[in-house]
């Protein structure tokens, strides 16, 4: 059964870079006709999609978050990972990794989420 | 880009039926599949229904999805409400630019 798996700093301070990693497990990152993508979820507030990749490295991003962020993929350590830079307390928010599913850009399985916190 | 505009709250009775509606704002929403998810209090969201109206194996078939052309609209209907079924439900879909677009989000209340 696929696993997605969240890991990274819980608190970042104001302009600095926010760096989460996803470890993919029961599965490989390299299968095609998936993409792998990260969402966000600011407390108390709906889904936001920040932008999915291949396992080639083909991107995807939000064009309201695009000139932040950068998602790259290692496939030797089954692992996709999310920059977000000049980070500001409007960033602060659940971040969830999910396996984009190309055909239909549906997201299934998601991982269970981590709270990323922007302050000083 | 375009959005997808749900109602903010919905409630109904145990043993009822509860529409939540989905509207695009621009494009058809034929044009490209829908997908909805139901996230309880502090879980991550689950897919309860994919491609307008297929459901994932587990998902009960008190969940139905559909979309309307004429009024632009995906709906995702539950019949035979259980109080397990109260929680937020979020739409979603998409366009050649932007993979993910989310609706704000439907907080259904079973009371």
């Known amino acids: 059964q696929l696993q997605l798996q969240e890991s990274g700093p819980g608190l970042v301070k104001p302009s600095e870079t926010l760096s989460l990693t996803c470890t993919v497990s029961g599965g490989s990152i390299s299968s095609s006709s998936y993409y792998w993508g990260w969402i966000r979820q600011p407390p108390g507030k709906g889904l936001e999609w920040i932008g999915s990749i291949y396992y080639s490295g083909s991107t995807y991003y939000n064009p309201s978050l695009k000139s932040r962020v950068t998602i790259s993929v290692d496939t030797s350590k089954n692992q996709f990972s999310l920059k977000l830079s000049s980070v500001t307390a409007a960033d602060t928010a659940v971040y969830y990794c999910?396996?984009?599913?190309?055909?239909?850009?549906?997201?299934?399985?998601w991982g269970q989420g981590t709270l990323v916190t922007v302050s000083s | 880009n375009f959005m997808l505009t749900q109602p903010h709250s919905v409630s109904e009775s145990p043993g009822k039926t509860v529409t939540i509606s989905c509207t695009r704002s621009s494009g058809s929403i034929a044009s490209n599949y829908v997908q909805w998810y139901q996230q309880r209090p502090g879980s991550a969201p689950t897919t309860v229904i994919y491609e307008d109206n297929q459901r994932p194996s587990g998902v009960p078939d008190r969940f139905s999805g559909s979309i309307d052309s004429s009024s632009n609209s995906a709906s995702l209907t539950i019949s035979g409400l259980k109080t397990e079924d109260e929680a937020d439900y979020y739409c979603?879909?998409?366009?050649?630019?932007?993979?993910?677009?989310f609706g704000g989000g439907t907080k259904l209340t079973v009371l």
């Open positions: 999910a396996r984009d599913i190309e055909w239909a850009n549906w997201f299934d399985p």
């Open positions: 979603q879909s998409y366009d050649s630019s932007n993979r993910g677009v």
